[in-house]
Every structure is written in structure tokens, then in C-alpha cells.
């Protein structure tokens, strides 16, 4: 290991001494996205107080200013794709900041851990794994029907801000062509991504689970906390129908800003709304089916 590496390994080192007594759980809520991660952090973020007050540490968010309704830790993600390890470090003090004495689990959640997992430099994953030996750490990964997980995953890429580097976000792409971008399908290796966290983290350290639509109740259930969650939060992030994403794939073929896109969005919500009843929701055609049954790498729940 780089002394780089080592010299950050030892600052997170003194940072957690002074709870090794207190057999404090880290869980890494890694999405996957659309699978209800906006609604579970939604959630999560109202009920910080109450749950601070059950020993479970949901963090105060660094990036509010753009994620205000809901709160995650894409820092997490963003330090470890630049290998950032100064930032890395000061997210994670910022986070032992807010530990308290009765605290017992602490929750960082963002679906960006999935989406990136492929583009961390190894530097990156051997500072996680030092961290797993600081720290009790759980992955837990939610994975949906490989058919319904990358049809709405193509529709988030064609929504999303062009990104340099990014072969996929705003581009004016056919499910087809995206498919064959290397990228892009591999966010189908869900036994991939298990088994590097594993490989990372330790062999029992990753929870899988299958989406089966309310994974607010699951987590609670998981957490240990029986009451059934009141004020369910809504459904988010609303899936753009084939009219409307046809729309987006020719509003893609113009250099847009990402906060010009952000505001044609509130209008093509609209939109979509409208052409729901004209909308033919087929994006999907018989040989890419083919093709992304033999990508997948299904796992055993």
C-alpha cells in the first residue's frame, strides 16, 4: 500500500479509537437506483432526531444545499471516484462529530456507491477495506427484475446532465445503443458487484435483498425497530413514459446546461403526465430482452 494510503489509514484510525468500546455498526446503503432509495433516504432524513434517539446515526447531510428534500452522502462516492482521501477523511470526522454515547449503528446511503462501484481506483477500495477493520461495516443492496432495473436506468441516463467522461448521461442514445456501451451494462453484474464488496469487505459483510416495492419498511424492520413507519413517504421520482423520453433524446442533442435541464424538467413532468394515454411504454425490443437476460448475473435471495 502507497504511504499516501497509509498516512489516511492512520487518521481514520485515530479518529474511531475513542469508540472501540462501543461496537458501533456502519451500514452502507449502496441503492441499487430505483429500487426506493430515494424514499428511504427521504424518510431517513425526517426522522433523524427520533432515531438518534434510538442509537441509530443517520447523518447530517454535507450537500443539503442541492439535495434539501433528500438527504445522502454522495461525498462518499465522489471522494473515492477522485481518490480524495483528505475530503474522505474530513466527511468521516464530521460524521464521528455527531456519534454519541448511546450511539450504536450509523447509516451513509447513496445509490452513487452502485452506480461508480466499476470506476473506483483500487487506491479507493483499499482504504475501505482498512476502514472494515476499524469498524464493523455491513453493505446492504437492493437489486430489482434485471429488465425493470435497466429500462428505468436508461430512462435516469437520458434524464440526467450530460457528464464529462460519462458515456451515457443526456445523450440522445436508443436503449439498444446505450446497451452496447460497456458502462451501461455493467450495472447489470449484480453477482459482480457482490462479489468485489465481499472481496473488499469481508465474505458475510454484504446483505442482498429483492426489491419488492417498500424498502422503508424493510430497513426498519432490519434496523429493529417494529413500529410500522407512519407518513409513508410518496412514490419519488416518477418514470418518464416513451413519448417523453423521446422528447428528452432530441433536447439531448444541445449542449444544456445542467441547471437549464433541471428547470425543462418541472415542463416535461408535465408533459408526461399528458401523454400517459398516447404513450407506447415499449423501449425495450425482443433482441436487446434477449441480450439483457444474458447479462445479468442473477443471485439467490
Not at 454535507?62 to 439535495?67: E, M, V, W
Given at each position: 500500500m502507497e504511504g499516501l494510503t497509509i498516512n489516511f489509514t492512520k487518521q481514520l484510525a485515530d479518529?474511531?479509537?475513542?469508540?472501540?468500546?462501543?461496537?458501533?455498526?456502519?451500514?452502507?446503503?449502496?441503492?441499487?437506483?430505483?429500487?426506493?432509495?430515494?424514499?428511504?433516504q427521504t424518510y431517513l432524513g425526517k426522522k433523524q432526531y427520533k432515531l438518534r434517539g434510538k442509537g441509530i446515526l443517520y447523518?447530517?447531510?454535507?450537500?443539503?444545499?442541492?439535495?434539501p428534500n433528500a438527504p445522502k452522502h454522495q461525498w462518499f462516492e465522489k471522494n473515492l471516484l477522485t481518490t480524495n482521501l483528505e475530503s474522505f477523511v474530513e466527511n468521516v470526522r464530521n460524521i464521528i462529530?455527531?456519534?454519541k454515547e448511546h450511539t450504536h449503528t450509523i447509516i451513509l446511503s447513496s445509490e452513487g456507491i452502485y452506480n461508480y462501484w466499476w470506476d473506483f481506483p483500487e487506491e479507493s477500495k483499499a482504504i475501505l477495506s482498512e476502514l472494515s477493520k476499524l469498524i464493523v461495516i455491513e453493505v446492504w443492496v437492493w437489486f430489482r427484475d434485471p429488465l425493470e432495473f435497466i429500462e428505468s436506468?436508461?430512462?435516469q441516463c437520458i434524464r440526467n446532465p450530460q457528464v464529462a467522461n460519462n458515456p451515457c448521461y443526456g445523450m440522445d442514445l436508443s436503449f439498444a445503443e446505450m446497451l452496447d456501451i460497456e458502462w451501461f451494462s455493467k450495472h447489470?453484474?449484480?453477482q459482480g458487484f457482490v462479489n468485489e464488496c465481499q472481496a473488499v469487505f469481508g465474505s458475510n459483510k454484504v446483505l442482498v435483498f429483492k426489491y419488492e416495492g417498500d424498502v422503508v419498511q424493510e430497513v426498519i424492520h432490519r434496523l429493529g425497530l417494529a413500529t410500522p413507519h407512519d407518513n409513508p413517504s410518496p412514490r419519488q421520482n416518477k418514470s418518464l413514459n416513451s413519448v417523453s423520453i423521446k422528447l428528452l433524446r432530441t433536447i439531448n442533442n444541445y449542449d444544456i446546461k445542467a441547471k437549464d435541464k433541471d428547470l425543462l424538467m418541472t415542463h416535461l413532468k408535465e408533459i408526461n403526465g399528458l401523454l400517459d394515454n398516447y404513450a407506447n411504454d415499449t423501449l425495450i425490443d425482443e433482441e436487446s430482452r434477449q441480450r439483457v437476460l444474458k447479462l445479468s448475473s442473477l443471485i439467490q435471495f
Open positions: 479518529l474511531l479509537k475513542p469508540f472501540e468500546q462501543q461496537n458501533i455498526k456502519l451500514i452502507i446503503h449502496a441503492g441499487t437506483p430505483k429500487t426506493g432509495t430515494t424514499s428511504l447523518p447530517h447531510n454535507l450537500d443539503k444545499i442541492h439535495n462529530s455527531q456519534v436506468y436508461y430512462k447489470l453484474d449484480y
